[in-house]
């Protein structure tokens, strides 16, 4: 018996690929920077994702070498692995 539905971003490659769809729709500013809060807001509040959820595909997009994160954390940016995926 099943008392929820799974969460569509439980999994965090699929958190990962959807952050990176955010991204890419957002207009980046200076030197391909893209404020944190720009693919956040979208992810927790529009997608529905949890902060756990946000957090592990966040993380797994760094470790895949799709996203460089900001030592500030305040922006991200695209690496050319990342770019790849919208080629």
Known sequence: MKYSSPRPWADPEAAARKLLEIANATEAIQEGRIHIEKINGPMLFKEGATPAEYSAGLRYAIDKGWLWLH?????????????????
Do not use: D, I
């Open 71 to 87: 030592e500030s954390g305040t922006f991200v940016k695209f690496t050319p692995a990342g770019a790849k995926q919208f080629a």
